[in-house]
Every structure is written in structure tokens, then in C-alpha cells.
T-cell receptor, first 109, second 117 residues
């Protein structure tokens, strides 16, 4: 079967750095997405990785290792508005998106 | 720029009732999707469409029907609602994915919260 694993919940402090991990086992791989979803709102696109390595975009960075079936989302200089769920999704060999259950990130002052 | 719009945003149904959720997008996207989101689970694909007049089943299609008569609209129907269909429903759209330069990013509507009693 296909599986995406993410921690259910994480807590971090305002101004700090947090890393949210995602491991996957899918039938094929055609890219990995990270989305942010605030409570009661729609998911919004953060990043897309298809090649190994780190992609940086402002305070957010996303890393991919295809050989390890592993990705992480790194959030720097945390702000209260970063409190949200972070969803990892993998594009499989049929170009279907397989979604993780999401990681709820709680930011404390 | 409206993006993806879903109606209604909230609805309460009794078991056995029927209803239709409407999704409209103004980005001229080819692909459209209906997902449901339940606590502790990832988004699950119900049905999707790769173009006007075409639909296909996703991961959890049972109990739902869809239609894509116009490119900008994608309708999700529940013929006989069941309590197991209590969920938050998200519509999304994207450009056709072709080549590495196209990320296939999904644009989501705000969601429709459905409760079936």
C-alpha cells in the first residue's frame, strides 16, 4: 500500500526554527508537495520538490531525498501566524496525489 | 480574482436527503477535483475531471456522483446522504501537468462543511 507519515502535532516557540518531517512509501514518485492549512481554511501551496536537495523560499525551505523516501519542511524565525497544519503530499507513478494526515504546528510566545 | 469558489459553505442534511455542492473556478484550469477531509486522515480524492465532459473515480467515490458540463464548473452530488458522509469537502483545480516546469499546484476552494444527521 501507499503510505505518507508525518508527526501528528509539534510545538515550537516564536522566533525559533522547526523541522517537520515526512516519510513516504508510494508506487513511484513524481514529486512532493507541502501545503499549509490554517484551521477552518483551505490548504495553500508552499513548495514542490522533484529533485534531491534543498529548496529555499524566504523563511520556509523544503528538502527531498528520493533514495530515503524522505522530505522535511524547515520553518525559520517562527511567527504566531505560522500556527497551522502542514500537509505533505506525494505524486505517485499514476500522477495521483497521496496525502499525509498533516502535522499540526502550535507556536507558543 | 475569485479563484475557486464553493457553495454552500455549510449544510445540515438528514439521512437519505440529497444535495449538490457546486464548485466554480475562473482560472481556466483543465483539471478539477473533489476531496473530503476528515480528522486524523489525509485528504481523500472522491472524483476528478481532466476536462469538460469527462469525470473519473478517485479513492472514495461510493455514494457520490459528479458532472463537469462546463469547464469552469464541477458539481458533486449526494443522492442519499449517510452519516458517514459528514465531512469537510474541498474542491480544487489545477493546470494540466506536463513537463517539469509545471508543478501542477492545486488551488483549493474554502471548503464546504456537511453534517448528515
Amino acid at each position: 500500500g501507499q503510505n505518507i507519515d508525518q508527526p501528528t502535532e509539534m510545538t515550537a516557540t516564536e522566533g525559533a526554527i522547526v523541522q517537520i518531517n515526512c516519510t513516504y512509501q508510494t508506487s513511484g514518485f513524481n514529486g512532493l508537495f507541502w501545503y499549509q492549512q490554517h484551521a477552518g481554511e483551505a490548504p495553500t501551496f508552499l513548495s514542490y520538490n522533484v529533485l534531491d536537495g534543498l529548496e529555499e523560499k524566504g523563511r520556509f525551505s523544503s528538502f527531498l531525498s528520493r533514495s530515503k523516501g524522505y522530505s522535511y519542511l524547515l520553518l525559520k524565525e517562527l511567527q504566531m501566524k505560522d500556527s497551522a497544519s502542514y500537509l505533505c503530499a506525494v505524486v505517485d507513478s499514476n500522477y495521483q496525489l497521496i496525502w499525509g494526515a498533516g502535522t499540526k504546528l502550535i507556536i507558543k510566545p | 480574482n475569485a479563484g475557486v469558489t464553493q457553495t454552500p459553505k455549510f449544510r445540515v442534511l438528514k439521512t437519505g436527503q440529497s444535495m449538490t455542492l457546486l464548485c466554480a473556478q475562473d482560472m481556466n484550469h483543465e483539471y478539477m477535483y473533489w476531496y473530503r477531509q476528515d480528522p486524523g486522515m489525509g485528504l481523500r480524492l472522491i472524483h476528478y475531471s481532466v476536462g469538460e465532459g469527462t469525470t473519473a473515480k478517485g479513492e472514495v467515490p461510493d455514494g457520490y456522483n459528479v458532472s463537469r458540463l462546463k469547464k469552469q464548473n464541477f458539481l458533486l452530488g449526494l443522492e442519499s446522504a449517510a452519516p458517514s458522509q459528514t465531512s469537510v469537502y474541498f474542491c480544487a483545480s489545477s493546470h494540466r501537468t506536463s513537463g517539469r516546469e509545471n508543478t501542477g499546484e492545486l488551488f483549493f476552494g474554502e471548503g464546504s462543511r456537511l453534517t448528515v444527521l
